[in-house]
C-alpha cells in the first residue's frame, strides 16, 4: 500500500461551494475567504465563475473579486468559464488559468446542451486557440465522470473519449469530477490507473463528494494509483441537488487532517484552515457536513484531557 | 491495490450503538430490531451486555433479549462481558459467544480501572477457564487501540503486548478498536499487517467509528492488509463522548453500500438494513449521521431521474 508523500489540495469552496449556497456572500467577504485561505497554504484556489449572472447569481461579482484579491507568488488563482466571453472576462480581471466543464455522460450532456460530450469539447475550441495565444493555461473539468443520475454508471470508455477529444484542442490539465458522489474506491482505482498510463503527460486532478461517505476512501484510491492533486472544499459546502440534506465536496480540512495524520504533506496549515471553515459556517448561517469542524483533530481530545 | 472478495460485517447497532441513545428502547423493539438484522443477512450480531443495570441502563434487559430472539441457524450472537458473572448470565440466556473489552491505552486502564491492559487481560482468566469448560466462546475486544484520549497515539508494541496477554489466556478471537475516531488509512494498515503476520491464528476483526471522517478509508486500509471482519452499526449511531455532535460506528448501510459497489460481497440485503435504518432513526427520535440514510444509494438517483 503505498502512498505520495505530498499531495496538492486545490480549494474550490469560493467556487463550487459558495455558487450553491443560498446566500450570496458579499465581494468583502468573499476576498477575506480566498485571502485568508491562501495564507493559510492553499497553492491552487477557485476563486468564482465567469458566467452569466442570471445563470449564478452567486459568482456575478467574480470579477470584481478577481481583481481586489491579494496575489501571492506561486499561488494559481483559477475560475470557471463556459465560453470565450467567460475566459475574456477572466483575463480582464488577471485571472490566467480557466476551468472548462464538459459532462462525460452522454445522456447528461445532450439533454442539457443537445451535443455529445466530445462536441461540448470540440466546441471549447476557440476558447484553446485564444488561451494559448495569450499564455493563459485551461483546465478540463470531467463532470459525472464516474456516474451520473441520467445513466448511472458512466464507462470508462465514454470518459477516455472525452479525454481525447480534450487532448486534441491542447488541454493538458484534466479533472475527473465525481459530480454525484457515486464514485467508490473498486472504480477510482481503476479509472485513475487507466487514465494516468493511457495518458501520462496530463496532469491528472480528482475531484470527490461524501454524498455517500466515501470521500476520503476515494481519496485513497486516487493516491494509491499515484494521483497528487484533489480538489476538496472549505466546510465541505456544496451539496447533491438530487440528495437535499446530503454531504457535499469533501471538506478540505477533512481531507488535509486525514493527510497529516498519515503523514502526506499539503502545505497548509490545518489550524488555520479548520479556523476558516468555521467562518464560513458563521458567514452562510448553519453547520456543515465537516467531520473536523464537528469533532475537531484527532489530538484535540488528547490536549483537552491533559 | 487488492481486496478481499467478500467481508463479514459484524452488527454491534443492539450494544454498542443503543448502549449510547438517551431514549432506552424495549425489549421487543429490540427483539424486532435483532431478528430483522438477522433477516436481513447478519451473521454476527452484537445482542447486548451482561453488565451491571445501573451501569448502562439501557442494557438491563439483555437477559429478556436473548431469550425472545429467533435463533437463526448459522448466526453468532454475541454479548459483551465484564466479569464472570456477567458471563454465567450470558449463558443462562443461552449466549454462547461473549466479548470481553480491554483498553489498550496504559494510561487509560490505569485511571479506569487502576491495572495495566495486560493484568485487565489476565484478570479475564476466570472467564477463559469457564467458558472453555462450556464450549462457550470468547472474544476479546481491543478497545483505543489506535489511539487515547489521555495518552494521543498508542503504539503498536503496546497493543502487541495486550494481544500477546489474550493469546496466554486462550482467547483465538480479537479485535482492534478505534473508540475515539482517532486511527487513520496509514496506521490501520500499518497495525493490521503486522498484528496479522505475528499473530496469524488469530481471528481478526476491526472497529471504526466516523468520528473524523475517516471510517471507511480506514476500512480500505484493513481490507488492504487482508482482514475480511468489520464491526458496524445501524443507522451510525454511536457518538463520541470527547465530540458531542460528532459522527459515531460507521454506519452498516454505508459499509455495506461501499462494499457491494466495489463487488465485495457481505451477504447482507442492502435495501433490508436501509429500512431497519430508517426505523432505527424513528426509534430514537432523530437522523443519525449514516449517508446512505441521507442520500440514498448510488443507484437510487438514476431511477429517481427514469
Known amino acids: ?11 474550490v469552496g469560493p467556487r463550487d461551494g459558495l455558487q450553491n449556497e443560498e446566500k450570496t456572500l458579499t465581494v468583502e467577504q468573499k476576498v477575506e475567504l480566498i485571502d485568508r485561505y491562501v495564507q493559510a497554504g492553499a497553492k491552487i484556489i477557485e476563486i468564482g465563475s465567469f458566467v452569466h449572472p442570471k445563470a449564478v447569481p452567486q459568482m456575478a461579482d467574480t470579477d470584481e473579486v478577481a481583481k481586489r484579491i491579494k496575489r501571492a507568488a506561486g499561488v494559481e488563482y483559477r475560475a470557471l468559464v463556459l465560453n470565450i466571453k467567460g475566459l475574456q472576462r477572466a483575463e480582464a480581471a488577471g485571472i490566467q488559468k480557466a476551468k472548462l466543464t464538459v459532462s462525460a455522460s452522454r445522456a447528461h450532456s445532450l439533454s442539457n446542451l443537445n451535443r455529445t460530450p466530445e462536441e461540448a469539447v470540440r466546441g471549447f475550441e476557440e476558447c484553446a486557440a485564444y488561451a494559448a495565444a495569450r499564455g493563459m493555461t485551461l483546465s478540463g473539468a470531467i463532470s459525472t465522470a464516474f456516474g ?22 491542447g488541454v493538458k490539465e484534466l479533472s475527473l469530477s465525481d459530480t454525484t458522489g457515486m464514485a467508490n474506491p473498486q472504480q477510482v482505482y481503476e479509472y485513475s490507473l487507466r487514465v494516468k498510463e493511457q495518458f501520462p503527460d496530463v496532469i491528472w486532478n480528482l475531484h470527490f463528494h ?72 458563521q458567514l452562510i448561517g448553519y453547520d456543515t457536513s465537516s467531520a473536523i469542524l464537528k469533532a475537531g483533530k484527532s489530538c484535540d481530545i488528547v490536549k483537552k484531557q491533559k
Not at 1 to 11: G, T
Not at 162 to 168: K, L, M, T, Y
Open 1 to 11: 500500500m503505498q502512498w505520495p508523500k505530498n499531495i496538492l489540495v486545490c480549494e
Open 210 to 281: 461524501d454524498t455517500r461517505g466515501m470521500g476520503l476512501a476515494n481519496v485513497m484510491a486516487g493516491m494509491m494509483a499515484g494521483i497528487v492533486r484533489y480538489d476538496s472544499c472549505f466546510a465541505g459546502l456544496g451539496g447533491c441537488p438530487f440528495a437535499p440534506g446530503a454531504s457535499g465536496n469533501i471538506a478540505t480540512e477533512d481531507l488535509v487532517h486525514m493527510c497529516h495524520e498519515m503523514g502526506i504533506e499539503t502545505g497548509y496549515d490545518l489550524d488555520g484552515i479548520i479556523s476558516i471553515g468555521r467562518y464560513v459556517q
Open 148 to 169: 451520473c443520475s441520467m445513466e448511472g454508471k458512466v464507462p470508462l470508455e465514454q470518459v477516455i473519449s472525452v479525454i481525447e477529444a480534450f487532448q486534441e484542442i
